[in-house]
Structures are given as C-alpha cells and as structure tokens.
C-alpha cells in the first residue's frame, strides 16, 4: 500500500472515531504507514517524461521517468478518463503533464498529447489513450496492472495494448 493510501485511510478513520487527546504529527502518521511502495506521486506542475522500456512479461512498454510501466483503459474513450473517483485513482492515478509539456525522444511525437481532466489538470495520452500508473507496482519494471479487472493493459510505445 502506498504511503499517500496509507495516509488517506489514517485521516479517514481518524474523522470517523472520537477526537484524540492528542493529534498525532504527519511524522509519526508516516511511520505508522510503513515504507513507500509503488510509483511516486506526480505533481500537476511536473513535466512528464516517457521512455520506452522492455517487459519481461509482456514486451516493450512505455514508463515513466522512474521506469514505472504505464497502463490504459480500455473503458476509456478517445482522450477521455473514465477513471476519475477515487476509488480509482487512488489505485491507478493518471500521469499528469502541466501545459502538455512531454519529453520523450523515443515516442513518435504524433502519438503524444494531453487532455484536461474535471479537476482541471492535464493527463498524458498516447495515441489518444490516457495512460495511468499503477499502484501496486512495486518496483520499476514492473507490469502487475497487465490484464488487471480485463481492462488494464500496460502500453505499447505505438500506443495499443502491449503483447508479446
């Protein structure tokens, strides 16, 4: 479970019991989540930097700058998000690019672009799939979300489902 989950759960359950004598710091919130796992959490403002990376399970894919595999949804519709509660992304947060600022040398520059989600940020999309991360992807490299819920594909740097 990533901190920032751990940390959503221990401020939900503590709204919902009686107020503490004492309120714990954000320090010792983090400690009691536990290590971080799982792709770091992108800022609105960041720059999006993709990659083209080899999967041992399912081929090349694309990746983040800290080599996390990206996934689409099929649900999805042309540069549009149906995963936008978040109960999904807690779990499969969008990439987000400010101002469709993208780097990526290795893409086909056409494939590349952004679209604005409800809250006003920018989701990256590559041939016009929004691409997401995935939380339980534990290390770079990973492919885990591969097939998740029969919807969830790592990416392919021509922008389909990645396959073998």
Known sequence: MSRFVAFVLLVVLGACSAPPEEAATLEE??????PAVGPPQVLP???AKLRVEQSPAVGPV??????YTLYLNTEDGSSKSTCLEPECTLV????LAAGGKIEAPELDQKLLGTMKRPDGTEQV?????????????EQAGDATGHGKDDRWYAIAP?????SR
């Open 29 to 34: 919130l983090e400690a009691a989540a536990g």
């Open 45 to 47: 403002g960041d720059i």
């Open 62 to 67: 694309v990746a983040d700058r800290d080599h």
């Open 92 to 95: 499969w947060p969008p990439l």
């Open 125 to 137: 999309t590559i041939g016009g799939h929004p691409v997401y991360r995935y939380v339980d992807d």
């Open 158 to 162: 021509n922008g389909s489902k990645a």
